[in-house]
């Protein structure tokens, strides 16, 4: 199978790797550059848990086709830290008690990272509307919810965008 | 998020002065959460992983003619493909581990299969594109079978067998009954005596768990001959001991490693793929991962069963219910799993959290041709309790009574005697219903505010009932209660006869007491002296020799 050489920025570093032919980003980023922070959940668009930012904006990496990222900006949660220091929408999920099994967790900060880079104050029908295609199981959108909103007003814009 | 606590309730039981208990407390992965670094199985990276998809049934109910895997295993990419041959010990029950049911579910089978996605081979390939291809090139001569998918259908004199190991589509308990039974008092006397007569069937649909992470395990050479195992196992030891049962393997030579589930919800207690994929690595030498995909977690993987529930109350024109019987079936689908233990546990809570002088339920553990179910958040009490609260509310209808208070009325109370033959201690759905009403701005009457748990309970409430009405309808021939735990050869299982044909299972049941009791007392009549009952028909006489694990409530021996 014919494979195709990409090369794109992960989180602020540069990445050089070969694609097959119809290989997702998901694939590339956890097997092909080892960023474990987007997860699997379904494969088909709906659950939202592989949420990565390409160019500041939201998008399902099990839907792009990994060659089409050439050149691009990517962002995970792996990216979210300050070395040790963590983003507020990091501390805010764990002082509202926003991660349960943790699993759709890195897609929601990716959803609401995204949210807050373009809204630094957003009401809660905004924050709602956000994170609409991201499933949490554990049904936890309170408190996730509630965490975003901390953030904000916890200057949750402050490094991203 | 702020707790409301009622501490009050239990004043004189429990200690506050604690560092940790009512209080919040971080997480202890909470950190590993946020910044995505929690390492779930698939977290886990190997060079030359393998990965395994299976070959599924797409019929309910069909015969295995012949599985021809040739043209598929000249796929590229495709290592190996396995069937139920290459599985050493291809039958297993998860609960044979305690020593309850008999082996009824292959790994991968060979013969027929009985639910829509049973898998019957597995291709092992260098990737999961290459896997799916082969997977789509095993040719499976199937001969289709009539399918039964509905409970009562089931059980019907000459409906298609399901499970060749229960051929009554029944699973079999403590190796007598086709049933579980919960006997208390006299429930046709108690029908006798009441007022009105109020009936109710109530049934729940399958659920799935439907976690964010699907079902799935890696399996890796370890040195020395073991084999590393990465899982989202919700029980470590299940799936370690299934695995070393199924591949007859020394459990020593597995590494299990699990703890970190992205959503279980019950789903992930049975879900077979640690022994898949150690099958997987046993056969290639090289690492292989099995996992579900969505639209196998959705099918195949196990929901909360479906239950029918049947309830008949007798119940005065007060609202005191003297008399409730419960005819339950749950649906297990194909095999057994967890549903012969769910059915334990709610046969436990019948019932329900009222104190009703007379009780009795036969509960059923049905198999038909639909997935198999497991847990699931509370099974085996979510159901059966919807029926209870379902119908509790119908009776406050029909009795003209407020459907809260109907409640209070009937409540168990601190010093209670449950139907299982334990006191009641710590009961607070008096206050409970206090609390609701209050939240919910709903009056309650001065009799009904006043109520408390901790009043009024006991005493003749908490006496077991001087007389209690057995049976033996639904008894069946030929079953040894298990073996495998204990390893005795002489109580292998046998085919069983099938259940009595003429058994009528539910409403006008004829209860066939062993004998005639001389009298048959009066459960509202205070305790007649007269009468005792004889020894061997008084399961009300506590068993003595029989222990219950205070966890399971299986019987132990």
Known sequence: ???????????????????????????????????????????????????????????????????TVEGKQISTTAGLQNGSELHPLQKAFMDGFAAQCGYCTPGMLMAASALLARNSNPSREDVVEAISGNICRCTGYEPIINAILAAAKDGGVRRYG | MTIEFRKEYFADERDDNLNEIGKPTQRQDALGHVTGRSPYFDDHLFNGLLHIRCVRSPHHHARIRRIDTSEAERMPGVVRIVTGKDVPHNLNTLLSLLDFGLDDEPLLSEKKVSYKGEPVAAVIAESDRAARDAVAKVRVDWEELPAVLDVEDAIKPGAPVVNEVYPGNLFVYHGKYDHQKLRFGDVEAGFAQADKIIEGRYQMSPIEQAPTETCGAIAAPETNDRFVVYTSTQALFFSLDTTSKLLKMPSNRLHFIGGTVGGGFGGKVDSLHEPMAVLGTLVTGKPCKYIFDREEEMQVGAPRGAERWYLKDGVMNDGRIVARKFIGYFDSGAYTRLSSYAIIKGVGHLPGPYTIPNVYADVYCVFTNRTPATAMRGFGITGVDFAIEAHMDKVAYEVGIDPIELRILNAYRDGDMKAHRRLAKNTALIECCHVAAEKANWALSAQAQQASSLRDGGGERGKIPNYTATDQNGLVTGFASTAYARKNKRNDPQPAAPAPASMSRHDSMPVTPRYEPPVRPQPAQPAQPAYTPPPAAAPAAPERRTSFSSISGLRRR
Not at chain 1, 32 to 40: A, I, N
């Open chain 1, 1 to 67: 199978m014919a494979k195709k050489p990409v090369q794109f920025h992960l989180n602020g570093s540069e990445k050089a790797v070969f694609v097959d032919d119809g290989q997702n980003l998901l694939d590339v980023l956890r097997r092909g550059v080892g960023d474990l922070t987007p997860k699997y959940g379904c494969g088909q668009g709906t659950c939202g848990t592989c949420t990565v930012l390409i160019d500041g904006e939201p998008h399902l990496s099990c839907l792009v086709l990994a060659e």
